[in-house]
């Protein structure tokens, strides 16, 4: 592994149109090929900062950097270049359910095609091999040409690793992968995070809620509470106590919301 | 504290529904009075009607023959006026959905556009192309895509705006330009609604068709037209029957299509 700073984070700060406060103060660098698991909270900022990695969302103050480039200003075609660089996996798995697996792991290769040769499907002999190979990597060979809503949860979102794999990623980002599936197959969809990380030396970053599963697969560990970064250790520095503090939430505040309007429909408090 | 609330003497009489009921009967009867709706004299000259579906009721069998190709016309004027239609209805669908063009000025645009041509009655479009390319199937033809393109645009991107937008994220996460998300993440998801609305579409311009002949558009309304200014009943009821049959096999096969799409 090769101890460069490849990503870096500089005093990054996300405030949203309606002034919530997304990120402050993020100071982060990430070195190439590390597997770097994000916890916190719902609503602590783990997707906003995910998401301005590859300009999903925009920052509003500091700098970004990916091998020594600022990525802020990035337009166009600037920007795709830079998205198909780093693949991205979802909660929801957001494959076309109505497509073929075969038209879904494509779907990551469309960023090296020009809109005519992607609309008329002319995708080279390459590259449909290739969908066999990342189909394979993730023990779905024989779905190649399996309707996606056919799938259960656990494989449809290995599909989405495919498809990740397809673009060549430098970065893989995986935002709450594992939330909607069960423990069994969350072990499969880890390892097959891990086997990306692995075997090509890609830098995968991971948000989860599970600090079991953060503990089993991450080489660091980030917290972030409120849009700050709370914690950050490698993981043979990782103690249960330490992550018990991230997760240590300022209130029960949904619950005193409740009791508020309860009190407004009945006149009695 | 855990207490149904009592309902108050307003809500016990349904004051509200009453109130309403009472303006809708008020309205009716006002419009009615107001467009002069006479309900004595329908009756009165109910014999009117009996007497043409009695002359109607001897069926000219022989013109059953003169009728095949026209009525083949309207069904191939419907086709092409459809196609065409949608053609050209599925850019501007994708420019009007709220979730794919993000740009309110653009889209309002679009949807006065779309608008604008859902305004215009097909039969003032065909006395338009009935005077721009003449008398004859090319008007309805014409008649028929612009009245299509108006419609299926609008279902068109009602049904884009139900999609599920995660794939479109997924998709321009991998690089991917606007129009190749639109083509992989999009049209997938709204395949099968499209097929759907052009098939129902299809069908209201067969039926509209028939109509278009009066003004000279082509197909069985020219002989539907001559039929009946000639008095025949008999082949206005040939005409008839001719058009109930297409319909029903049209809308057989349209319908059993839509089932197995959707």
């Given amino acids: ?269 | 504290m855990n207490e149904v609330p009592k309902r108050s003497f307003v809500q016990r009489i349904h004051l509200k529904l009453i109130i309403w009921l009472g303006l809708f009967i008020g309205l009716v009867y006002w419009t009615a009075s107001l467009t002069g709706v006479n309900l004595v004299m329908f009756f009165e000259n109910f014999d009117q009607f009996t007497a043409l579906l009695d002359k109607m009721a001897r069926p000219d069998w022989s013109y059953t023959q003169l009728v095949i190709n026209p009525i083949l016309q309207t069904v191939q004027m419907a086709l092409i006026g459809t196609t065409i239609g949608t053609l050209i209805a599925i850019p501007f669908s994708v420019l009007a959905a709220r979730n794919i063009v993000k740009n309110p000025f653009i889209r309002t645009i679009i949807r006065f556009i779309l608008n604008l041509v859902r305004t215009l009655p097909d039969l003032m479009l065909a006395a338009l192309f009935v005077a721009i390319v003449g008398i004859g199937p090319i008007a309805g033809v014409f008649t028929l895509a612009v009245f299509s393109f108006g419609m299926i645009s609008k279902l068109f991107y009602e049904a884009i705006e139900t999609i599920d937008e995660g794939p479109l994220e997924a998709l321009q996460a991998t690089g991917a330009n606007r129009s190749q998300v639109v083509i992989f993440a999009v049209i997938p998801q709204v395949f099968n609604y499209f097929i759907s609305y052009f098939l129902y579409t299809f069908e209201i311009n067969v039926r509209a068709s028939t109509v278009l002949g009066y003004l000279g558009a082509g197909g069985i309304g020219v002989y539907l037209q001559r039929s009946l200014n000639e008095f025949a009943y008999d082949k206005t009821a040939i005409i008839i029957l001719a058009i109930l049959v297409v319909v029903l096999i049209i809308d057989t096969i349209s319908n059993t299509m839509r089932e197995r799409l959707l």
């Fill in chain 1, 1 to 269: 592994m090769v101890a460069e700073n490849f990503i870096e984070f500089k005093d990054v700060g996300k405030v949203y149109p309606n002034g919530t406060v997304g990120l402050s103060h993020i100071n982060l660098t990430i070195p190439k090929g590390q597997f770097l698991v994000v916890v916190g909270l719902s609503g602590s900022g783990k997707s906003t900062l995910m998401r301005t990695l590859n300009r999903m969302h925009d920052i509003s103050s500091g700098d970004i950097m990916i091998d020594g480039q600022s990525i802020i200003n990035y337009k166009g075609k600037q920007l795709r270049n830079l998205r198909r660089k780093i693949g991205m996996i979802f909660q929801n798995f957001n494959l076309v359910k109505r497509s073929s697996v075969q038209r879904n792991v494509l779907s990551g290769r469309v960023g090296y095609y020009s809109t005519w040769r992607s609309a008329l499907g002319l995708f080279s002999q390459a590259d449909k091999q290739k969908t066999v190979e990342a189909l394979r990597r993730v023990g779905l060979g024989e779905k190649l040409y399996t309707r996606a809503d056919q799938l259960s949860g656990g494989q449809q979102q290995r599909v989405a690793v495919a498809r990740a794999f397809m673009q060549d990623p430098k970065i893989v980002l995986a935002d709450e992968p594992v939330a909607s599936l069960d423990p069994l197959t969350t072990d499969s969809v880890m390892n097959d995070l891990k086997k990306l990380n692995d075997d090509f030396g890609i830098t995968v970053i991971v948000n989860l809620h599970s600090l079991e599963l953060a503990r089993k697969y991450a080489d660091r560990i980030v917290g972030l509470r409120g849009g700050e970064l709370v914690y950050d250790k490698t993981i043979d520095q990782v103690t249960d106590t330490d992550l018990d503090n991230i997760y240590q939430s300022e209130g029960p505040e949904p619950e005193s919301e409740a009791i508020v309007m309860h009190s407004a429909t009945e006149g009695v408090i």
